[in-house]
C-alpha cells in the first residue's frame, strides 16, 4: 500500500486544484481546461519518460530533448508546404531527431563517459543551443500553424468535444509506460539497460556491449522527441524556443520519479499539465503558470527526502 501513495496524492493534487479553481465555473469551460491540461501533461510526462530511459542505460540528462523535436517539427512543416504528403514528414521528423541523438549518443557522450552527471548535462544543453541556434538560423520568427488531420476528428466525452490528437497523446503516454517497461523488464537488452544503470564497470566485465545498448536508449528517446515535438506543434505553439524548453517541465516530470519509476514519471506529468492548465482559470494565480511544475517537483523532492538522503548518482 505504501508504494501506492505518491501516486494517489498525485490524484489528489489534480482533484484539489480541480476544485479550487474551477469550481462554480460552467462544465464546459471548466473541462475545456481539464482536457487541455491533460494533453499538455501527457507531453510532459512523454518527455520525462525519454529522460528516464536515457539517463537510466547512459547516466545522461538530455536536455537537448526539446529542440531535437523542435527541429524535426519545423522540418515536417517546411515539407508540407512542398507539396510533400502529410505522413512522409511526420516520418521525417522522427527521424531528423532520431539522428540528432544517436550522433550525439555515439560521438559525443562517450567523451564524457567518465564524467560527472552535472557535467554530462550541461553538454546536451551546449548542444541544444547549437540545435536550436541553426533552427532559428533556417527560419525566421513568424507565426506559422502546424496541424495534424485528427484535429478535425473528434468524440464527445461528458458533453465536451475532445480532438482524436489529444486523445493519442494521452494515449501514447500510458501505452508507452507500459511498452516501456515491459521492454526493461522482459527483453535481453531491457535487462542491460539496467544493469548499466546498476554499475557501468561490471556490465562492461561481464560482457555487455556498452555502445550497442547506448545506441539504442539514445535512439527511444530520439524517436520520443521526435513524436513530442510534432503534438507539441500541433497542440501548444509551433515556435522553436518554447518546443525547445518544453524540456524543462518534463525534467520536472522526470524528478517526480526520482529519473527512475516511470509509473509516477507518467502520474506527475499529469498532475502538472492539469495544474498548469486550472491556473488559467483564476485571474490572481494565472500569471504563475509557467512556475507550477517545479512547485510540485520540489513538493515531491522534499517529500521523498524525509529522512533520508536523496541521490540522483551514485557516490
Known sequence: MKHLLPYLGFIALMVLAYLLLAAGKPIAVAGLFLVSGFAVGSLYALGGVGLVILYRATGVLNLALGAMGALGV??????QQAGVPQAVTWVVAIVIAMTLSLFYGRFIAPLLAWRDPVVKAVATLGFALIILGFTA?????????FSLPTDAQAVKILGLRVTATRLIVVGAAFALVGGI???????????????????????????????RVESIAWAMAGAIAGFIGLMFGDLVRLEPVVITFMVIPSVAAAICGRLDNLGLVLVGGLAMGVVESLLTLSPLLKSVRPVAPYLIAAVVLVLMQRGTRLLFAKD
Open 137 to 145: 538560423f533556417a527560419w525566421e520568427d513568424d507565426v506559422r500553424r
Open 181 to 211: 517497461w515491459l521492454y526493461l523488464e522482459r527483453t535481453r537488452t531491457g535487462l542491460q539497460m539496467r544493469a548499466l544503470a546498476n554499475n557501468r564497470d561490471i556490465s562492461a566485465m561481464i560482457g555487455v556491449r556498452i555502445l
Open 74 to 79: 519545423m522540418t515536417a512543416w517546411q515539407l
